[in-house]
């Protein structure tokens, strides 16, 4: 739980110029007012039903479990969301505030095209403006996300700075947001930057974990042993863990990108490779090179390729709350192949790192054990960049 100057431990706060405090406190002071407000909660649930489709189904991975042979196994199917991925969830929470604040127009920061989608979509159903910013690089990448995002019509600007990649675009979003207030809010799309943010999309992620403890009492009648969720900036982990953090006896595994390997200068891996810094307004972990520059990271997803951790889970590894272990994209890539031909469910190529180590783990355990893996979102995007790790020749 973030203090009131929003720290999470020595994790977190508000390491921003003074052009961008009015913009924070603005927001710190809406969302204060809004997270209490019987008709904005009103109003969000019912976006969440009648929009996004949630409840999202907790599923029984009967063929896993018994070809595994250990723990059973649960997929919480956030893929099954409206636009495919847990970040609809945040993203009407924002659009929603943005609107009550007066806003008529939303910025984001994309990577891989997800998250702008969903703001993309959210802006086209509330009939704000909208503005993304992405790494020319990703723009090229990701070519279909681009012109979805155009379709819906928001306009997406290719960002040419730095490694013009994710957070060349989240800078990009900060500098705009900075220059013009009055009418935007930046619609951040993971656990990160300053203060309320990490706090703000936690919440509206937290969801996830709200449901799964209910469906888990009502299936199992009792908590999970253990639950599994991919990490980038680390929102949908933190909202699948959040309603256990305090129930000791369920474990929380939030799975990294490795990448080619965390002895490799190839991957993602912010807590098995990162060290202590300031980077886009908060102190966290971030891979960094031995000057303390923020290093170039690599992982298969493009989802997951952020060089930093959210505050939250900093400290959450700290205490010794949640566990983080680092994931391969060659291990991703087994567990992509093995969900879809098990259960025929294709996942997010980000999911199928949580899913890898959940399978692990559930062999090693006795069949009494019951566990739960976050599926982020589906795997029709990945499909493409799978076949070409596979070396197989198709045209998509
Ligand atoms: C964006 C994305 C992620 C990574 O973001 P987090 O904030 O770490 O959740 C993971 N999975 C999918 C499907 C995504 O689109």
């Not at 723009?139 to 379709?151: D, F």
């Not at 675009?169 to 500098?175: D, P």
Request: with cysteine; net charge neutral; charged share 25%.
């Amino acid at each position: 739980m973030a203090d009131e100057r929003g720290r999470f431990g020595v994790f977190g706060g508000q390491y921003i110029p003074e052009t961008l405090m009015n913009a924070v406190n603005e927001l710190e002071e809406a969302y204060t007012h809004f997270r209490k407000d019987p008709d904005f909660i009103r109003e969000l649930e019912q976006l969440y039903r009648e929009v996004a489709n949630r409840p999202s189904r907790l599923y029984y991975a009967k063929k896993m479990t018994e070809d595994l042979g250990g723990a059973k196994i649960y997929l919480k199917r956030e893929d099954l969301n409206f636009t495919g991925a847990h970040k609809i969830n945040n993203v009407l929470g924002q659009a929603l505030l943005a609107k009550k604040m007066g806003k008529t127009r939303l910025i984001a920061e994309t990577g891989a095209g997800q998250h702008g989608v969903a703001t993309a979509t959210a802006a086209a159903m509330f009939g704000m403006e909208c503005v993304v910013f992405m790494g020319k690089v990703d723009t090229e990448r990701q070519a279909l996300n681009v012109y979805k995002m155009r379709l819906l019509g928001t306009k997406v600007v290719p960002v040419t700075s730095g490694t013009a990649t994710l957070k060349d675009a989240v800078s990009e979003a900060f500098r705009e947001w900075t220059n013009r207030i009055a009418d935007t809010h930046y619609c951040l799309g993971s656990v990160m930057g300053p203060h309320p943010f990490p706090t703000i999309v936690r919440d509206f992620q937290s969801v996830i974990s709200r449901e799964i403890k209910s469906q888990m009492l009502e299936k199992e009648g009792r908590l999970p042993d253990a639950v599994y969720a991919c990490v980038g900036g680390g929102s949908n982990a933190i909202g699948s863990f959040y309603h256990f953090i305090d129930d000791p006896s369920v474990q929380l595994i939030g799975c990294e990108a490795a990448g080619r390997g965390v002895d490799t200068f190839e991957t993602a891996a912010t807590i098995s490779t990162g060290k202590l810094g300031i980077f886009h307004g908060m102190k966290s972990l971030f891979c960094q090179n031995e000057y303390g520059q923020i290093a170039p990271v690599y992982s298969i997803s493009a989802g997951l390729d952020y060089p930093g951790i959210g505050p939250e889970h900093a400290n959450l590894h700290a205490l010794g709350r949640a566990r983080y272990i680092p994931v391969t994209d060659e291990q991703a890539v087994q567990a992509f192949e093995y969900t879809s031909r098990m259960e025929g469910i294709i996942p997010a190529i980000e999911s199928s790192h949580a899913i890898y180590a959940g399978m692990e783990d559930a062999k090693k355990m006795s069949r009494d054990k019951v566990i739960v893996i976050t599926v982020s979102g589906r795997g029709d995007k990945d499909c493409a960049a799978v076949a070409r790790y596979r070396g197989e020749d198709i045209s998509l």
